[in-house]
């Protein structure tokens, strides 16, 4: 650890003098050191440690990326050192929550457990003696423990590459080659980073936020493009949000959607002239906007260009490489009975009424299936999702809408009816105010959420509508599953048709704390979400084309891709707000490439 330090000290002293040609070699051994570091203590340090630790990070990651950006742009051994720290750090805080040794070990023969194990202790061990203070008088028998502790280390780590393809996953170093290797022909990645400008020349600690963008395509050097400073970005990010409703007219969601797209994409357009196909990595408020509804200089929509997909980092196309099968059929959860209206004045939520189109989904969808368990009205639970083990698809329909913290009352969980009205707006409606309340915690909730996301605050309250109407505050040690308890490895789609589902808040590097982690952490190949309060009338549409392409042999991404096309086409659903809201968030190479017509899962008549 003082190695570390002392390296990365000297770099920033060489870097103060101008020296840059001895800055990269001194932080790239920072860094390498650093990750050795994060290996042994991420899963050893207590939560309140782990996220001191991962804003130091951060700090770091902020400087590796400004000493590329904005001291050494066209140095190429700059710009790899830059990527490659952000693929292995990006997100990785929320890795770090989900406990993946239990995960792990869950999916682990015996005799692999074992070794696990031992690892465990052994790294443990490791940790320790390396964070003890130095004593000259035991620096030999210390140097000689530490030697003998890191080759046992390497040694079970290798044993449990060398079996588990799962393990090799989850413990091999991340590399730009191998997140390069997995992408698909004709595609590339789109890594954004919001970072603050680091110059050691300056007495003042770094205020100024700025967005750069690294693509990686599947062929080729990759490049870097600097964006600018945050703040306009942040800006035009809270103007799309608020455009994303009828009341505001198609000509204003396009005239906002094609501004956004001047500050942001097209900047990067001529880094993806021959590329199909962009798997983009969101950074802060950018998880927040449909990249595929963005509009050209020639006014085009994105959508109309290329296939877009999204993952929470490039890191997560190296999951899953070992893929498992579906432990059982599809199931089909919609339209749950919420009982009577809630009572606006005594909670705050509104009411739940039935949803036309969710009744309609749970009749259409188990068409194109060989099998699907259906659950509606009161089979429609909490208890009945979570003892769902490894289903082939999980589709959910139903409410879905935010809440604050106890102090501040929810958005009232109301859908549009009918083919054209305006939806509510998300709140708050200033795009000052939407940056601000989403630092303040707000959380998706839904009749199913609680059985999927941690609540993210000891002192945040949330509210949700189950089976039976009833509305609960969540407390901190509610009896409820956490998403590493759900069983959902083998999962290879989770549709949350409901109102933003993929909306949480946003911090800097570590991608949406909501459902999107959750689903993951779950085990779930691929998942599809929404970012705003959508129609019940589109919503249905969407869905019925989409579950069509797949029938069809479509692969996932492209599958929605195909059913936003066709919704863009209907006049009544043209407005963006009706087709853009869901987004395909995927997990691996499998799930970007692959449909659902494996023989397993799809209906023969539904072709």
């Known amino acids: 650890m003082d190695e570390q330090l002392n390296l990365h000290n000297l770099a920033t002293i060489y870097w103060e003098q101008g020296a840059y040609a001895k800055v990269v070699p001194l932080m790239a051994?920072?860094?390498?050191?650093?990750?050795?570091?994060?290996?042994?203590?991420?899963?050893?340090?207590?939560?309140?440690?782990?996220?001191?630790?991962?804003?130091?990070?951060?700090?770091e990651t902020d400087s590796v990326v400004s000493l590329?950006?904005?001291?050494?742009?066209?140095?190429?051994?700059?710009?790899?050192?830059a990527l490659t720290t952000v693929l292995r750090r990006k997100g990785r805080g929320l890795d770090s929550l989900a406990d993946n040794d239990l995960t792990l070990r869950a999916h682990l023969a015996p005799d692999l457990r074992d070794k696990l194990d031992q690892l465990t202790a052994a790294s443990t061990e490791l940790s320790t003696r390396l964070r003890a203070a130095f004593d000259p008088r035991a620096a030999a028998s210390r140097a000689e423990a530490v030697t003998?502790?890191?080759?046992?280390?390497?040694?079970?780590?290798?044993?449990?590459?060398?079996?588990?393809a799962e393990f090799r996953v989850q413990s091999e170093p991340i590399t730009v080659a191998k997140v390069r290797a997995a992408l698909p022909p004709g595609a590339a990645l789109v890594e954004f980073v919001r970072y603050r400008r680091f110059d050691p020349r300056q007495t003042q600690p770094p205020q100024e936020a700025r967005y750069v963008a690294y693509v990686?395509?599947?062929?080729?050097?990759?490049?870097?493009?600097?964006l600018g400073e945050a703040a306009p970005i942040d800006a035009a990010i809270d103007a799309v949000i608020d455009a994303m409703h009828m009341g505001t007219g198609a000509g204003v969601a396009r005239a906002a959607l094609q501004h956004l797209d001047t500050l942001v994409f097209n900047q990067l357009r001529d880094q993806l002239t021959n590329v199909s196909h962009v798997i983009l990595s969101p950074d802060d408020k950018l998880n927040l906007v449909p990249f595929e509804a963005l509009v050209d200089p020639q006014g085009r929509y994105e959508l109309e260009r290329r296939l877009v997909s999204y993952v929470a980092s490039g890191r997560d196309l190296l999951r899953l490489a070992a893929r498992r099968a579906p432990r059982s059929s599809a199931t089909i959860i919609a339209a749950p009975d919420c009982g009577p209206p809630s009572s606006p004045a005594r909670n705050g939520l509104g009411t739940f009424r039935p949803l036309e189109g969710?009744?309609?989904e749970f009749a259409e969808l188990p068409a194109y299936f060989v099998q699907a368990r259906t659950l509606t009205g009161d089979q429609a639970t909490k208890v009945a999702l979570a003892a769902t083990v490894g289903p082939a698809v999980l589709?959910?329909?139903?409410?879905?809408?935010?809440?604050?913290?106890?102090?501040?009352?929810?958005?009232?969980p109301h859908e549009p009816t009918g083919s054209a009205p305006p939806p509510p707006p998300l709140p708050p409606p200033s795009s000052a105010g939407f940056a601000r309340h989403l630092r303040r915690r707000w959380r998706v909730v839904f009749p199913f959420a609680a059985a999927i996301v941690r609540r993210p605050h000891r002192r945040a309250r949330s509210r949700r509508a189950g089976a039976g109407g009833r509305q609960h505050s969540t407390r901190r040690h509610c009896d409820r599953p956490r998403a590493r308890e759900l069983h959902w490895w083998g999962t290879q789609l989770v549709v949350l048709s409901a109102c933003a589902t993929g909306v949480g808040a946003v911090p800097s590097g570590e991608g949406v704390h909501g459902m999107r982690p959750a689903l993951v952490l779950a085990g779930a190949e691929s998942q599809v979400v929404s970012l705003w309060s959508v129609s019940d009338a589109s919503t249905r549409e969407l869905m019925r084309e989409f579950y069509g392409e797949l029938a069809r042999g479509t692969g996932r991404a492209q599958a929605q891709r195909q059913a936003k096309l066709r919704l863009l086409r209907q006049p009544r659903f043209a407005h963006p707000y009706y087709w853009a809201?869901?987004?395909?968030?995927?997990?691996?190479?499998h799930s970007i490439d692959t449909s659902l017509n494996e023989g397993r899962t799809t209906n023969d008549s539904a072709h």
């Open 358 to 360: 969710a009744a309609a």
């Open 216 to 226: 990686l395509p599947w062929k080729g050097l990759p490049q870097a493009v600097a």
């Open 148 to 164: 003998t502790l890191r080759t046992r280390v390497e040694e079970l780590e290798s044993t449990l590459t060398a079996a588990s």
């Open 395 to 412: 589709h959910i329909a139903t409410h879905g809408f935010y809440a604050h913290d106890a102090a501040t009352s929810a958005t009232p």
């Open 68 to 81: 590329h950006i904005d001291a050494m742009r066209s140095n190429r051994q700059a710009l790899e050192l």
């Open 581 to 589: 809201a869901f987004i395909p968030q995927e997990t691996g190479l």
């Open 29 to 59: 051994r920072a860094t390498e050191i650093r990750e050795t570091q994060l290996r042994l203590e991420l899963t050893q340090l207590s939560e309140p440690h782990k996220r001191a630790l991962m804003m130091l990070l951060q700090n």
